[in-house]
């Protein structure tokens, strides 16, 4: 009888182990996204001049026209985008972006 409360216990404790392991994994995830969401609510508004000066090196003409549609389009996608993040950071997929890069900055944090 000791045996199988021995089995039994070490069967719980790793269930225990593995099923901490996983919720701290989603809490990060859903911390990312309420990250990300955040950034990019409050700061879509940045993807216009940095469109129109990535698009200005190449041609000046070119920045004034399709930069600044581009910078936008761009700044109102990623401002939903980061607002739907924002307020869905519980439901998963947690970790896969929207948008590329992250944030008009890079990478979250």
Known sequence: MKIREMVFATVMALLTVGLLTTAVTAAEDAGKKFTR????ATTGWAELPYQVATQTSDNPYR????GFMDGVSRGVQRTLYGTWD????????????????ETVFGDTP
Do not use: E, H, W
Not at 37 to 40: D, M, P, R
Not at 63 to 66: A, D, L, N, V
Not at 87 to 100: A, E, G, I, N, Y
């Open 37 to 40: 969401g955040a950034i990019n």
């Open 63 to 66: 920045g004034m026209t399709y």
């Open 86 to 101: 924002f307020l869905t950071f519980m439901v998963p997929p947690s970790d896969k972006p929207v948008m590329q890069p």
